[in-house]
Nanobody
């Protein structure tokens, strides 16, 4: 059974930084792409960032480009999301997810392509 466990969320002031981690087990981690999504209260879950199985390609939603960095360590079965220059609008529950490789770049941005999800970690950015 695949398990994804996020950690690293918390409360931070605007302009601050957090690093989220997601540990994976139950699947050969290095063979699968990983993504981060977020869901703010009253809003739909949205794509944040993704990284291919060997980390050769990364994808970001426009609102986090230049501020967030996704990376992975396949020796530790862990994916990270470094979040800098945080804004109040980044407040959300952040989820990591796992999927096979996509046939197109767009595929990595689609929620439906991910077949395993973590339980989420809360990120709150105060103004």
């Amino acid at each position: 059974q695949v398990q994804l466990v996020e950690s690293g969320g918390g409360l931070v002031q605007a302009g601050g930084s957090l690093r989220l981690s997601c540990g994976a087990s139950g699947r050969t981690f290095s063979r699968y792409a990983m993504g981060w999504f977020r869901q703010a209260p009253g809003k739909e879950r949205e794509f944040v960032a993704a990284i291919t199985w060997i980390g050769g390609s990364t994808y970001y939603t426009d609102s986090v480009k230049g501020r967030f960095t996704i990376s992975r360590d396949n020796t530790k079965n862990t994916v990270y999301l470094q979040m800098n220059s945080l804004k109040p609008e980044d407040t959300a529950v952040y989820y990591c997810a796992n999927r096979p490789g996509a046939y197109s770049d767009r595929g990595y941005r689609l929620i439906g392509g991910y077949d395993y999800w973590g339980q989420g970690t809360q990120v709150t950015v105060s103004s």
